[in-house]
């Protein structure tokens, strides 16, 4: 039996107040679907569990020119909401993998990026994105680009007095045609053995624009594979060169997948080779929707 003390406040002011008057003690959680796992199964036992559950103003979607997301909306809400659907479609992919319902009806967004899990479903669709977090503590805000968040596993550049209030996303990512691919052993309730984020902006002619690749479970951290990225800007759009691609992706100089208890990590590197052609395939074809034209490769 865990015993802690639970506080569950109604705003930033009091939560702020508890980390103050508990400091380093204190557990912060938002849905609590994976700390609390965590806490029994490792045996942790905080003395202090901070939830931010009732925090109803840190739970929304709008878009006023760049889009904004509140860090304690729920999977749930961002699978259902049109804009996320049409137009940040890999993120509404990854946020509907979560879980099953139940649990995306809970998990957050902020606490799925807080976790820091190299497997996070939301981690390279919102590295695809340009994704910025924002850090408040009780005396101040920063903003950090999501690429610069993870430092290793469970490890982000969070301080323990700072909250996650908000993910803003640039207005012009919403010009790209992006995808999500989890690749897992079965369709729900399992950990993605490697997961895969495409974004692409196409010239009307089929000449990529601009190109951008995130992987997960393909390294210590959540990564951006900028070598295949660059690979990709300025050349037409063809099979051969999105299977040259995804070599370019799955070599050591861009990913280290790790041997682990769901598979070995040869495993994952030849998922990331197969991956990239098919997810960034499913991009295109969002992105000539957003250019209102449909030609085939």
Known sequence: MIDYAYFKPKDL?????????????????????????????????????VSLRGIETLRYIHKNKNYHIGALTTHRMIEKSALMKNELTALNQGSSQ??????????????NICNAAPSADTASPL????????????NSERQVAIEDFF????????????ILTEIIIPEQMGAYGTAYCKHARRKAMNLPIVGVAVGLSLERDETIRDA???LTVAAPTPIRVRPAEDFLRGKPLTDDLL?????????????S?????????????????????????EAAINARKKNNHIPHI
């Open 13 to 49: 002011a009091e939560a702020f107040n508890l980390l103050d008057q508990h400091g380093r003690k204190a557990e912060i959680i938002a849905g609590g679907t994976d700390v609390m796992v965590v806490i029994k199964q490792s045996n942790r036992s905080p003395e202090i569990i």
């Open 257 to 281: 997948p790790r041997d682990s208890l769901r598979c070995e990590g040869w495993y994952r590197e030849d998922m990331v080779r197969v991956l990239i052609p098919r997810v960034a395939k």
């Open 127 to 138: 590295m695809i994105l340009d994704a910025v977090l924002v850090l408040k503590n009780r």
């Open 243 to 255: 299977k040259e691609a995804g070599l370019i992706a799955s070599s050591p100089d861009c990913c």
């Open 98 to 111: 979560v879980g099953s319902v139940q649990v995306r009806n809970v998990a957050t967004i902020g606490g």
């Open 212 to 214: 951008r690749i995130a």
């Open 151 to 162: 430092v290793g596993p469970s490890e982000t550049v969070k301080t323990w007095d700072e």
